[in-house]
């Protein structure tokens, strides 16, 4: 578990990027901040791992308090994945999956060993070990990216918008397989992105921070939809646009779900689909 | 050129005395300048005024150098350590601008995925900032080396044999041949040796953009090379 209590950070420059947040993230969870830029969320992701210090306020995990760990130590236990997935230009992607055991000093032939089976984890051919990052394709270089993450077993995994880079099609394969794996290894993902229906679909638990860290809602994806706590969320989430009301229309004894516009989202069936 | 045949041995004595005083000077100048460099890198404030101070020492006249350094350093006049040290002052003069450039260029994306992956600051370092500003480090040593070899031939005014020795010989004995014999090896050490910058350079950072056809033809290693390297 992640405590944030009363955490307020300004920066040398004088802005204000997160004010009075209190927030706990629960273990074996997604957790996702959404917001758009100024609102402070990669800046309280930062906090976790001690990249940023707060200004005042406690961040805690398991209860022990940040602050008073060696910040190299705390980095080298907790994964961290970030956007065009911040790879090693000169070394080769085994090298780059298994930096932190490295560092850590694992052996050489452990860390192939386990470099390796990370690759099958994440969906890696294991042909592509011996090639340099830049000879790789966005979504390879991306799935390089959460294999390094994973690569010291943390509890903790901070994704900061991690599939901002890449385009739809290959997001949405990050996405699913994002998923199927935290349905595996259960970790404690935290996951900052821009893009609300990504929260929706990967977090848990969704918070919205609104403009200077201030934290507009937070819950459930649905419980979110069902009750958005202000006009900014609503306009967050795209409820006023009707891209949320949904209503069914029957065509030939099939319900069609359509959107507020008229425009199919899908159809209604008896069963929830199988996921 | 029957000069030439009859004197080839000294020629090639000349030549490997001038690799050798050129080779010192670019070697020394690079190791201080990468410390210095890094410091003008790291302090926005010092910058400006410690690049233009540096940037004034190539200025010095080489002359006005080898007459000063001697008492400052007690050594001889006629040393080869004045020369190796004032090409060093050189050296450092031009090499210090490209190693704060150097720094500059690497990808403060990827300096932080390092911090995030818990490199100390010494180890991120020797780790991730040196090897990825090798490619400008690499081009500003080409420079470098160019302009030492060039230097070096001066030498001969206090005494230090070098190529150099050719152009005054030659121009004293009246033999053309002899300073043309000069300039042309001058030229090929310079270029033999930027050349083996180049080779060093593919050999060294076979991920950056020169190296990059030798990466593809490696492209079949086995995985388990991959980590052993």
């Known amino acids: 578990m992640i405590e944030f209590e009363g955490v307020a950070k300004r920066f040398d420059d004088g802005t204000l990027a997160v004010r009075g947040v209190d927030l706990v993230i629960p273990s074996h969870q997604v957790t996702v901040f959404v917001g758009s830029s100024g609102s402070g969320k990669t800046t309280l992701l930062r906090m976790i791992n001690r990249m940023v210090e707060p200004t005042s306020g406690v961040v805690s995990i398991d209860g022990e308090d940040v602050a008073a760990l ?22 080769r992607v085994l090298e780059n999956i298994v930096t932190v055991p490295r560092l850590n000093g694992m052996g050489r032939s452990e860390a192939t060993e386990l470099g390796l089976t990370l690759m099958d984890t994440v969906g890696l051919d294991r042909d592509l070990a011996g090639r340099y990052p830049n000879q790789l394709s966005g979504g390879q270089q991306q799935r390089v990216g959460v294999a390094r993450g994973l690569a010291v077993d943390p509890n903790i995994l901070l994704m900061d918008e ?40 990967l977090g848990d638990q969704v918070v919205i921070l ?44 099939v319900a069609v779900v359509v959107d507020s516009n008229g425009r199919p989202a899908g159809v209604l069936t008896e069963d929830a689909a199988p996921s | 050129m029957t000069w030439l ?63 000063l350094l001697p008492p400052i350093l007690g050594i001889g006049y006629l040393s080869r350590a004045n020369l190796i040290v004032a090409l060093t002052i050189y050296a450092v003069a031009l090499m210090t601008r490209f190693a704060s450039d150097a720094f500059a260029s690497v990808d403060s994306h990827v300096r932080q995925a390092a911090v995030a992956m818990g490199y100390d600051g010494w180890r991120r370092f020797w780790a991730v900032d040196l090897p990825l500003a090798g490619p400008v480090l690499l081009a500003g040593l080409r420079v470098v080396a160019v302009s ?10 206090v005494g230090i044999r070098s190529l150099g020795f050719l152009f005054t010989d030659g121009l004293q004995r009246n033999i053309p041949v002899e300073i043309l014999t000069g300039i042309v090896m001058t030229v090929v050490t310079a270029l033999a040796l930027d050349a083996l910058l180049v080779l060093l350079g593919r050999w060294l950072m076979p991920w950056s953009r020169d190296g990059r056809g030798r990466v593809a033809a490696r492209r079949r290693r086995s995985p388990r090379a991959a980590v052993a390297r």
């Open chain 1, 70 to 91: 060696d910040p190299v130590a705390l980095r080298r236990r907790i994964g961290y994945v970030m956007q065009s997935a911040g790879l090693l230009p000169h070394r």
């Open chain 1, 162 to 201: 991690p599939f901002g880079a890449v385009d739809p099609i290959v997001r949405a394969d990050l996405q699913t397989e994002l998923l199927r794996l935290q349905g595996e290894l259960g970790k404690t993902v935290v996951f900052v992105t821009h893009d609300i229906e990504e929260a929706f679909l």
């Open chain 1, 210 to 253: 609104a403009d200077g860290g201030v934290i507009a809602q937070r819950g459930a994806p649905a419980d979110i939809l069902a009750a958005p706590a202000s006009e900014f969320v609503a306009d967050f989430i795209g409820a006023d646009r009707g891209r949320r009301a949904l209503r069914v229309e029957h065509r030939g004894g």
């Open chain 2, 5 to 67: 045949s009859r004197n080839i041995d000294l020629v090639l004595e000349l030549t490997l005395e001038h690799l050798w005083l050129s080779l010192l000077p670019i070697v020394a100048g690079l190791i201080i300048a990468i410390p210095l460099g890094q410091l003008a890198w790291r302090q926005q404030w010092l910058r400006g005024p410690m690049l233009s101070l540096v940037g004034l020492l190539y200025t010095i006249p080489s002359l006005a150098l080898f007459v």
């Open chain 2, 148 to 157: 030492t070899v060039s230097l070096v031939t001066v030498g001969v005014l």
